[in-house]
């Protein structure tokens, strides 16, 4: 372990034990790091120091276009105004909240070069959700678009760590972030940080519905644009890359910052990206690389005339599993092969996939060059191909969770064990079976069953609730409710929509359940214990 530039020391001091963190692989040439690096240095400096500064490198609508001189100047500028105005020292957390904007993408670049640690969050969070990832994560600052200020005030700040924060996008004059910018100096020296210093906290939620942080490094930064993007998706300089995933998101992260950064790209940020969005954006900003959730790509392949008109030549499909069925619709559509692939916030982005010439029917694919993978039984034994077991993967990124136990459960025997269900093939593709937990999936948002039952009993109608992940075509599954009434409730369609309105406004809206059922009671055992698989049967 190389000398800490953190000089708050919260994320390494809570590093789970080296014996149970997983066993890291840097076999690849591009996985061979210096003791020392900051990743703004690698992805943005880089190609204002080489001459490549006047290159497009982030576009939006209404006509916005930044060059890579103009992205380090105004991340140097929020750099200095988190130093010298906000008072950060390295180590410290930046929580950061806004829709797909340029503006985020600034600020995140000045947290890694003031030597902090980003922990974005979904715009869809509500003020309870803040609230526990701001103390979970010990978060001292705060860079808030106005949009979202709602959330922030001041449920966020009541008996929280959080003490500095700034709004941008706003109004609010010489308090605005972008009023400080305007003050502060167009040039800043990164701080020198060590590639294991820790520069992302990525939340994610848990099957018990608390939050779990997972810490990346510099180096895992870098790590992930050296094994995907290279091997598998294989994009020049002259690509424009656009997608829908939030950048709260690691997948949204990589696959719109991260990667065509990396190469000196451009990027296309929308701050909402429905399918009809997506396409208008495609067309409009002449994209060629695409990545969204199977959802968006069955809808978008009614559009597949207007699509094989664009220069469209790339889509990346991952966050749910990608059915075959929409595979074939949309090579049909648009004539272009998906890339398929599965990640994890614990991995930090894809370590199974393939590219369009190697795709097969139903397989997510093999392991992405750099990780390794296999699938095991509930001892830790690898299985014979075609027996459905569970996944497990090694790579030069892992799980670390933020002081939390369930590290014992991720992390087996050095392997990344990551709670899917998997077959492998005699060829090495692997096909994905089922989620081994409670997790729902639902158009590739991670769902807790356990939040939504307990946002569901705040409701003083219901007496007791179950949720589980229903099959659904279109968004692979969605979140279904069993629901016990207290007496004298009436059981009707006016109930159902008052429950899911509350639901809507007690977590993130993407949460609710789009199917409720009014049961007498839930299956238990003679221990009262909740019988969910009976639940799944009727769903």
Excluded at 25 to 44: H, K
Excluded at 108 to 125: E, N, R, Y
Excluded at 518 to 537: A, N, S, V, Y
Aim: glycine fraction near 8%; hydrophobic fraction near 40%.
């Amino acid at each position: 372990m190389t000398h800490t530039a953190h000089l708050d020391t919260f994320a390494r001091d809570h590093l789970p034990p080296p014996a149970l963190q997983p066993t890291f692989t840097f076999e690849l040439p591009g996985l061979q790091f210096p003791e020392r690096l900051n990743c703004a240095t690698e992805l943005l400096d880089r190609h204002v120091a080489e001459g490549r500064g006047d290159r497009v490198c982030i576009l939006a609508p209404g006509g916005l276009s930044w060059t890579y001189a103009d992205l380090a100047e105004k991340a140097n500028r929020i750099a200095n105004v988190l130093v010298q105005d906000m008072g950060l020292v390295p180590g410290n957390r930046v929580l950061l909240r806004a829709p797909n904007n340029p503006m985020l993408v600034a600020c995140w670049f000045a947290i890694m070069k003031a030597g902090g640690i980003a922990v974005a969050t979904m715009p869809l969070l509500r003020a309870k959700e803040l609230k526990a990832i701001v103390e979970i994560g010990q978060v001292s600052h705060a860079l808030c678009d106005a949009a979202l200020a709602e959330e922030m005030r001041p449920n966020v700040l009541v008996s929280s760590t959080l003490r500095h924060l700034r709004y941008f996008s706003s109004d609010d004059g010489p308090d605005s972030l972008e009023a400080a910018m305007e003050r502060a100096s167009p040039q800043f020296d990164n701080v020198d940080t060590a590639s294991d210093d820790t520069c992302i906290f990525g939340f994610t939620s848990g099957t018990t519905g608390v939050p779990k942080a997972t810490m990346h490094y510099h180096r895992d930064v870098m790590a992930i644009c050296a094994c995907w993007p290279r091997h598998v998706l294989r994009v020049t300089a002259d690509d424009v890359f656009i997608g829908s995933p939030p950048l709260a998101f690691t997948f949204g992260l990589g696959g719109l910052v991260l990667f065509p950064m990396a190469i000196g790209a451009s990027t296309v940020l929308l701050e909402k990206a429905s399918p009809p969005q997506l396409l208008d954006g495609i067309k409009a900003f002449q994209a060629t690389v695409l990545f969204t959730a199977p959802t968006s790509y069955r809808t978008l392949a009614a559009r597949g005339v207007e699509l094989r008109r664009t220069p469209l030549r790339k889509c990346v499909s991952a966050g749910e599993a990608l059915p075959a069925a929409t595979r074939a619709l949309w090579k049909e559509a648009t004539g272009i092969e998906l890339i398929d692939g599965i990640g994890a916030t614990e991995m930090l982005h894809i370590f199974i996939s393939h590219d369009e010439s190697n795709a097969r029917p139903g397989a997510t694919g093999k392991a992405v060059p750099g990780y390794r993978a296999k699938v095991i039984d509930d001892d830790g034994h690898e299985v014979p191909p075609g027996t459905v077991g569970k996944l497990a993967v090694q790579g030069p990124t892992g799980c670390r969770y933020l002081a939390d136990e369930r590290q014992r459960t991720y992390v087996k025997n050095g392997w990344n064990v990551t709670g899917d269900a998997y077959l492998m093939d005699a060829d090495g593709y692997f096909f994905y079976q089922a989620r081994t937990d409670d997790m729902i999936i639902s158009a590739g948002y991670n769902i807790a069953a356990p939040e939504v039952e307990e946002a569901l009993m705040q409701h003083p109608a219901v007496a007791e609730c179950a949720v589980i992940g229903a099959p659904d075509l279109e968004r692979g599954q969605i979140v279904k409710a069993f629901v016990v009434l207290r007496p004298g409730q009436d059981e009707s369609e006016a109930m159902v929509r008052t429950l899911q309105d509350f639901v809507k406004r007690t977590v993130a809206p993407y949460k609710y359940p789009r199917a409720i059922r009014f049961i007498d009671k839930l299956p238990r055992t003679q221990t009262g214990k909740l019988q969910r698989f009976k639940l799944h049967e009727q769903a």
